[in-house]
Each structure stands twice: as structure tokens, then as C-alpha cells.
């Protein structure tokens, strides 16, 4: 099945779904931005659709309109869209309710979340990214499935309040662990020392914690309980008293874990 497929939004989801939803078959009719310029900066990937910096879509041609930004944003512009009747509206979020998009014109709603971290310019497949869909009633939900799945075969149906625990667990499997990468970067900065030396222990750790699960691959001196040397890092991060802080409290985690 093919879909006439709106998208509103023009940041970094946006940025890729729409072209992966065209080469998977189905139309894009419309992208909208507050912005006209950056809707065009996404029409531009794709082969007719048309950039739009209004919320009447009463005229459109599309099915699925697909709500693509910031958490904040979503229930201004889920209030404020004019859709067509039978319609279906969906948003990307990881964290906010189906409920959310109960005031909007849509006939019906759901949530279509891609898990995966996106950011423009950078290359993503996606058919290697999972798909978290809900959608109260059934016809809606089969609809998504056939979205999602042409797209990736990594498709689940997951509730909001579980979808909540799972975006919370990404954070700390992504983001967290990038802003660690980036404490990393500024202490061997600090050092005069070359990042390139820690990337092949970046490279190993994920894929070890992979492998192993987390908990077993977990090394360092915290899991060895060498106090020694876990005070003796605590002193040399005292020029920093945040960076001290985060590191005596990851350390006494990996410890009671």
C-alpha cells in the first residue's frame, strides 16, 4: 500500500524521512515549515511536493500527515492544522502522548517514532531503525504498520507510557553517552593530548557492551572498587567541580550496581 504523505516539519526528521518515504514508494504532497525557506530545503529532496508556511491542508491531497517537530511545538500545531476529513495525524515524539493530538481535525491519530538519533547531512539507514506505532483504533494501526514496514522491518507497537520508559532509556544509551565522548574530548584538550587515541576504546567498549550485555562488559576501576585510584581521579578533576561531581556519582552507580 502507498501513501499521499504530508510532512510538518522541516528539521532533522523531517530532513530524512522525507526522501526515504519517497524511495519506499509513496508521495509526498506538501512539507511545512514557519519558515518557507526551510520547507523548501526539504521539498528540495523530493520530486513534486509542494513547501507550504500555513496550517490549511483542507485542500490536500494526502492521507498520513506526519508531525515532525519539536516536543514543544506539538500541540500548537496539532491544534491549529486544518486537515481533510479522514485524514490520519501522526507525530515522531519519543516522549509525548498519543493524547496529545486529541483537539486536532484529524479523523484519526497515532504515533509514528522513529528511534534513532538524527541529525541533517548525516546518513542514515533506515532500514536498520526501529519503528514505535500506536494508534487507538485498529484500521489506523494497520495502516502505520504498512508505513513503518515499508521503511524498516523493525516495526513495534508500543503504548505511550511505555514508549516514555523507552525514550528515557535512549537518552542515557545516546545522549548521555555522548555528552560523556564529550567530557573525553575536553579533558585530553585540556591535556594537549589527541582525541584519535581513545577512539579505538570508544569503538570497542560499544561493541563489547553489545556482545557481552553492559553489565558483564562493565571494566574500570569502579567495578574493581579500587578506591585508590577513583580518589585520586576525583582530585585531579577538582578544577572542574561539576566534572568531580559526575564522576563520583557514575563511580558509586557502577559500584552498587
Known sequence: ?????????????AWHLAPALEDAGHEITEVYAR???????ITERVYSAEPKDDLDFSESKAQIFILAV???AIPEVADEVI??????LVHTSGTMALDVLGYSSASYTGIFYPLQSFTKGRKIELDEVPFLLEAEDE??????????KSLSPLTYVVRSKDR???HVAAVFASNFSNHMIRI???????QGADFEMLKPLIIETISKSLQLGAKN?????????????LEDHHRFLRYNESLAEIYKLISQDIIDG
Not at 1 to 13: P, Q, S, T, W
Not at 184 to 190: F, G, H, K, V
Not at 217 to 229: C, M, S, W
Open 217 to 229: 562488559a562493565q571494566t574500570g576501576p569502579a567495578i574493581r572498587e579500587d578506591y585508590e585510584t
Open 35 to 41: 519558515d518557507l525557506e526551510k520547507a523548501k530545503q
Open 184 to 190: 573525553a574530548e575536553e579533558i585530553m584538550r585540556r
Open 83 to 88: 486537515l481533510p476529513e479522514g485524514s490520519i
Open 164 to 166: 516514555k520508559g523507552v
Open 70 to 72: 519539536k516536543d514543544s
Open 1 to 13: 500500500m502507498k501513501f499521499k504523505i504530508a510532512i510538518l516539519g522541516a528539521g532533522n526528521v
Open 139 to 148: 484500521e489506523t494501526l494497520q495502516k502505520l504498520k504498512k508505513l513503518a
